[in-house]
């Protein structure tokens, strides 16, 4: 029988009182129950708009079907016909701008919980299925990967089910790219993603770590001297931005790619870690993304009072919503119509405050988007021993510079179609943040699946010839 209920099942979560000061994961999940009732939520429109509005058209309503009748292991297929990372996706996709946007079950109420079904398929195979995953037999061709985040992950797992040899080279020590060093433990346990990383190895797919594209080996060495077919650079939007204020050179003063690395990676936050990372007791965090989101909560589990900064107002958060939501909870502040100027050191270098000024918006232009603007005189200063800025990120420049006939666009990002991701280097493709800047998994993941059936048509077609 349907369930009409215009809510979704809530997802179970620590108490904002407990989990802001422990990094054990926020959500909890659905329970078998709970995720039938969710279920049954769905409609199962003729049409399916919710895989329309879904980066690598997982078949939604298919596998939400088969969870209404108790079909966990048929409804995981399902997904991972389309998705190498499901359990990944699950938790961290913006569901509700992608596939619960398109919902129609949202339109007079919540759409249903697409993004939380899927965690739990995710979560039910990997602790009970006990088999392997078959290797298919070799078709004789190397494809490169560079980069182990979710596009490099995306198009490794595609093209080893077809058969292609497939290295991965992934310039830190851990394979998983942004999924490890950049999201919380609290968001995304890492035991999670090195799951699926373990799912794609057992799909023959070799994962190369400490090798740096461009300095350790180069593209073209791996092309005309290592045999490899095709590359995909995957290599993710890692040389953060800062706002060239004054004091940014301060200490105490952060990126918030080095202040997750540290955390994330390097687990800062035991007490056993040999990584230093500042404990401040006072802490700004200068963005209003995701990134700046999960640097705020790191920050309060590590002990400080922490309090967000943001120049525009809280309807232009470019963060989810559940994510601002979870952060306020957990006794965040939020600044916004906030710009910083300058940030304020003491006599021995440290970060001692930061001086803003307050913005507010004007007039909507043809876009409707509405621009800040400073109020003169509205200087002030926050009390801060620790400043960490999370303002965007670029594509590293190395990868450009050491590879022949590779185009960029003026601010770093590698030229590639967007259908196919195909550069302007014959048998080099890219996708993800190396080619749009910093955005979601999902969309990096996409790009990734849309490269490896370019890069398959392309090795076919060129053998074919031959």
Same mark, same amino acid.
């Given at each position: 029988?349907?369930?009409?209920?215009?809510?979704?099942?809530?997802?179970?979560?620590?108490?904002?009182?407990?989990?802001?000061?422990?990094?054990?994961?926020?959500?909890?999940?659905?329970?078998?129950?709970?995720?039938?009732?969710?279920?049954?939520?769905?409609?199962?429109?003729?049409?399916?708009?919710?895989?329309?509005?879904?980066?690598?058209?997982?078949?939604?309503?298919?596998?939400?079907?088969?969870?209404?009748?108790?079909?966990?292991?048929?409804?995981?297929?399902?997904?991972?016909?389309?998705?190498?990372?499901?359990?990944?996706?699950?938790?961290?996709?913006?569901?509700?701008?992608?596939?619960?946007?398109?919902?129609?079950?949202?339109?007079?109420?919540?759409?249903?919980?697409?993004?939380?079904?899927?965690?739990?398929?995710?979560?039910?195979?990997?602790?009970?299925?006990?088999?392997?995953?078959?290797?298919?037999?070799?078709?004789?061709?190397?494809?490169?990967?560079?980069?182990?985040?979710?596009?490099?992950?995306?198009?490794?797992?595609?093209?080893?089910?077809?058969?292609?040899?497939?290295?991965?080279?992934?310039?830190?020590?851990?394979?998983?790219?942004?999924?490890?060093?950049?999201?919380?433990?609290?968001?995304?346990?890492?035991?999670?993603?090195?799951?699926?990383?373990?799912?794609?190895?057992?799909?023959?797919?070799?994962?190369?770590?400490?090798?740096?594209?461009?300095?350790?080996?180069?593209?073209?060495?791996?092309?005309?001297?290592?045999?490899?077919?095709?590359?995909?650079?995957?290599?993710?939007?890692?040389?953060?931005?800062?706002?060239?204020?004054?004091?940014?050179?301060?200490?105490?003063?952060?990126?918030?790619?080095?202040?997750?690395?540290?955390?994330?990676?390097?687990?800062?936050?035991?007490?056993?870690?040999?990584?230093?990372?500042?404990?401040?007791?006072?802490?700004?965090?200068?963005? !209003? *993304?995701? #990134? @700046?989101? /999960?640097?705020?909560?790191?920050?309060? =589990?590590? $002990?400080?009072?922490?309090?967000?900064?943001?120049?525009?107002?809280?309807?232009?958060?470019?963060?989810?919503?559940?994510?601002?939501?979870?952060?306020?909870?957990?006794?965040?502040?939020?600044?916004?119509?906030?710009?910083?100027?300058?940030?304020?050191?003491?006599?021995?270098?440290?970060?001692?405050?930061?001086?803003?000024?307050?913005?507010?918006?004007?007039?909507?232009?043809?876009?409707?988007?509405?621009?800040?603007?400073?109020?003169?005189?509205?200087?002030?200063?926050?009390?801060?021993?620790?400043?960490?800025?999370?303002?965007?990120?670029?594509?590293?420049?190395?990868?450009?510079?050491?590879?022949?006939?590779?185009?960029?666009?003026?601010? !770093? *990002?590698? #030229? @590639?179609? /967007?259908?196919?991701?195909?550069?302007? =280097?014959? $048998?080099?493709?890219?996708?993800?943040?190396?080619?749009?800047?910093?955005?979601?998994?999902?969309?990096?993941?996409?790009?990734?699946?849309?490269?490896?059936?370019?890069?398959?048509?392309?090795?076919?077609?060129?053998?074919?010839?031959?």
């Amino acid at each position: 029988m349907p369930n009409m209920s215009l809510k979704k099942n809530e997802m179970p979560t620590q108490a904002p009182e407990v989990r802001n000061s422990n990094f054990l994961e926020v959500a909890l999940g659905y329970t078998e129950e709970q995720a039938i009732d969710e279920a049954k939520r769905c409609l199962n429109c003729k049409h399916k708009p919710c895989t329309a509005g879904c980066p690598v058209k997982i078949h939604i309503s298919d596998f939400i079907a088969q969870v209404a009748e108790g079909n966990f292991e048929e409804a995981y297929r399902i997904i991972s016909q389309s998705s190498s990372l499901p359990a990944v996706c699950g938790r961290v996709c913006p569901q509700e701008t992608q596939c619960e946007k398109m919902c129609v079950r949202g339109v007079k109420g919540e759409p249903v919980g697409i993004g939380r079904l899927e965690r739990f398929v995710a979560d039910y195979h990997n602790s009970h299925c006990t088999t392997s995953v078959v290797k298919p037999e070799s078709n004789g061709h190397k494809v490169a990967i560079i980069g182990s985040g979710p596009s490099g992950l995306a198009c490794a797992g595609d093209l080893a089910k077809k058969g292609y040899d497939v290295t991965v080279f992934e310039a830190l020590h851990l394979a998983g790219g942004v999924l490890v060093y950049g999201i919380p433990e609290f968001r995304l346990p890492k035991t999670i993603v090195q799951k699926e990383i373990d799912t794609l190895k057992e799909l023959g797919v070799e994962i190369d770590t400490n090798v740096v594209i461009g300095k350790t080996i180069s593209i073209d060495e791996l092309m005309e001297e290592y045999g490899y077919d095709a590359v995909f650079i995957g290599s993710g939007a890692g040389l953060p931005r800062f706002m060239n204020i004054p004091g940014e050179s301060l200490n105490g003063v952060y990126s918030a790619n080095e202040f997750l690395t540290r955390v994330n990676l390097m687990k800062a936050y035991k007490p056993d870690s040999t990584t230093p990372i500042q404990h401040g007791k006072k802490v700004v965090v200068v963005g !209003g *993304g995701n #990134v @700046a989101m /999960d640097a705020a909560r790191c920050a309060k =589990r590590l $002990g400080a009072d922490v309090t967000i900064v943001y120049r525009l107002a809280m309807e232009e958060l470019p963060a989810r919503k559940e994510e601002v939501e979870h952060a306020m909870e957990e006794g965040i502040e939020f600044k916004l119509l906030t710009n910083p100027v300058s940030i304020e050191g003491n006599a021995d270098g440290w970060v001692d405050g930061i001086t803003c000024q307050v913005m507010e918006l004007c007039e909507p232009d043809a876009s409707g988007r509405r621009s800040p603007k400073a109020v003169q005189g509205s200087e002030f200063t926050i009390d801060a021993d620790c400043v960490i800025m999370a303002i965007g990120t670029s594509p590293n420049p190395l990868i450009k510079s050491t590879t022949k006939g590779l185009e960029t666009q003026r601010w !770093g *990002g590698i #030229v @590639a179609d /967007d259908e196919t991701g195909k550069t302007s =280097r014959e $048998g080099v493709y890219a996708g993800g943040d190396a080619v749009t800047g910093a955005a979601t998994v999902i969309l990096a993941m996409g790009a990734g699946k849309n490269a490896a059936a370019a890069i398959d048509r392309y090795i076919s077609e060129k053998y074919a010839e031959n």
